[in-house]
């Protein structure tokens, strides 16, 4: 009975819309990057899927430590210390860090693997967990973060707990410690928040950063995304609106293409100093049509409107425009 | 009243079904059927589903009518037995499904077979699924090149 379906490949059959909602629900980047490589019409598919989760793999060589901070507590220390290394790898140009061979940061690998996917609308980023965390180790601690951004910060909640214990018995001994100090924070206990507090921002606004990059790299049109960690101790949100206002950039891009002489063989004209200016919002030039969609439509219908279409045709051909952009249109 | 009415689905190979109206109501194709033509003890056709594959389609239908009253666990367990079958049974479960038009069934078929994608080489992905390589030797290189991340 088995015998006569052996025969078959199992997805001859199947629509493009049944394995285009196989491969929506992969989300492992990695998978679905080895699943292109299975055949063409595989690969043809997948730059479709519009949810992916990206892992980044942890870096293989440690950066310098070059700063150093002290709180007081070589916890937090420790933990500051990770973090500074993790905004290393963010921060820093692509040869003074080695991720795997040829990719240099974290941003980097992102937007390259990104580049596989044209279609998504929910990203999710897990960074390697650094191993620094508050709470990742055997010493009962807790800090979790949560924090919402649109263009700028919106929210952001810190849960933190000098001693957290994952078990239903309550512990007497650090129950009765608590007590000592119910009423107020001794110094070095604020202290310890403080750093819990710039430690979390610090997280939160790199990943911010590192989404930006990633964003203007890749022109993808989100709609949902969450970086956090391996070990899960912070996490960044956004959501559709809060893409939207980050996207909101009065910023204009212009475009000017400049031949000097150009023969239009077809139409049998010649120009001058021929130029072509596009000049799009930079916001607009995310989700509207490509530039070359927008060219060949551009003067249709008017008189000698193929020698136009020619002429943009040919310029566009001939050279690379000149980009500017303008700010506070 | 409705509930308790009986329909006769008659698969490819010829065999009869006799199952509850509200058991294949869950079914979309067969509820636009119903309501088009609204036939009273007339035999509803699915040729595009063989005997065996329609038994196990039906299963799934009279599980997810039934119990209503089971907990979430136990569904997402029963679900989890359900699709733990063979690649080709998955193949027939998932074309029945798109066929018959069952979403919960599609989306938990296409769980399965992503699943089975997950962690995988190219090859195995190739030999589990039966699927040819048209790529060239070329081509595979050239694919390595750009994305050896993903082979790490």
Redesign the interface.
Known sequence: M?LD???????D???DE?LS???S???????L????????R?ASLIPLVDAVLLTV?PPKSKPNRGLFLNFGNSLVTNFIDKLLQFLHQIVLPQSSVSF????GSIHQ?SS??LK?FSHITSLHIQFPSHGGELGANGTGSLLKWEAEFGRELESCVVLGATYFQRSNKISRIPKRQDRVHESSLATDELKLRVAWMISCLFAASARHCLLKQIIADNPLMLRSLVIEDGSKQGRLRMGEDQFKELRKSPAICIKLWYVPLLELPASGCVMKGATLIVIRPLNQMMKMKSDGDLLVGAFDGEEEAEAFCEAVKEIVKEKKPYLMEMNSF | MAFTKKVTLKSSDGELFIIDRAVALQSRTIQYVLEDTNPVDAIIPVPAVDARTLSKVLEYCKKHLIDLNTDFEDYSKWDKDFVDA???ML??L??AA?YLHIPPL??LI??K??SM??????DK??EI???????SKEE?ED??KK??????
């Open positions: 088995k379906h052996n025969e078959d490949d199992h997805f059959g199947l629509s049944l909602l196989i491969f629900k992969v989300l492992d980047a990695k998978s990057c080895r699943c292109s490589a299975v055949s063409k595989f793999p795997h061979s040829n990719e690998f390259q693997v596989n | 063979e690649v080709w193949y027939d998932i074309m798109d599609i989306d296409c769980d077979i992503a994608f997950k962690g995988q080489t190219p992905i190739r699924f039966n699927i040819d390589n048209d790529f595979e694919f390595k994305s050896g991340w993903a082979f790490k």
